[in-house]
């Protein structure tokens, strides 16, 4: 009878587990799961859209570039060269001093329309003025100064190669003329690039850029997408 009783005490538990083990098997294993996004991709597994603003306008200053100032810078010193065709001219050069070459920063403006999420198109204009202040060469006297100024219109295509809402990469092209007044008065082709461009924010966004031409060779400014 002890052997018994003692035989049931060893079974029982072992009953008991394997019971256990079987309705763990009828249930339904349920594993939970993490869904990772990807560059490129949005939590729903669909491809990735920032979002598109048809217009843009931005405002800008830029360092003025080398093909500009060398422009300008020359255009000046060909009005006072020593030997001038005429002895009035010849005089007038002796008789007074032109100090340094100041110029103000490029001042840019800029409209786009977004056709797609990679490619804009749109017009720009820029301003940049440069001046040499005249002194009288024998008495030091200041009388005025002399000025030249050009601006410059044209069509600009943005190609739009990092596209995210808060962080766009793009490049730029513009080709339109460029007007000088001031000492001399004349019109050109010019062109206008940004090799790199780089803006951040969505609505409003600041932006530097790295180029040459018309707006200079590295440009700062703010802008705006609506």
């Known amino acids: 009878m002890r052997k018994l009783l003692l035989l049931m005490a060893l079974l029982l538990p072992l009953s008991i587990a394997a019971q256990e083990v079987e309705n763990i098997e009828s249930e339904p294993t349920q594993i939970q799961t993490t869904q990772v996004r990807y560059i490129g991709e ?30 300008l810078d020359t255009t000046f010193d060909e009005l006072f060269p020593p030997n001038n065709e005429t002895m009035s001219d010849i005089l007038a050069h002796y008789r007074f001093d032109y100090g340094e070459l100041r110029l103000t920063p490029v001042i840019s403006l800029e409209y786009s329309y977004a056709v797609n999420d990679w490619f804009a198109i749109g017009a720009k204009g820029s301003y940049v003025s440069m001046y040499r202040n005249r002194t009288h060469a024998h008495t030091g006297q200041r009388h005025g100064r002399v000025s030249l100024t050009a601006i410059n219109a044209m069509v600009n295509a943005r190609f739009q190669w990092l596209n995210r809402d808060i962080v766009k990469m793009y490049s730029s092209l513009g080709l ?51």
């Open 176 to 226: 339109g003329a460029m007007t000088a007044f001031g000492l001399v008065k004349e019109s050109f082709f010019f062109y206008d690039a940004t090799w790199v461009g780089l803006a951040v924010g969505e609505k409003v966004y600041g932006y530097f850029e790295f180029g040459g031409g018309a707006s200079g060779v590295a440009r700062a400014g703010l802008g705006v997408r609506f």
């Open 42 to 71: 949005s939590y729903s597994g669909r491809e990735y859209t920032p979002t598109l603003y048809r217009h843009d306008l931005r405002v800008g200053l830029g360092a003025t570039g080398v093909s500009v100032l060398f422009y």
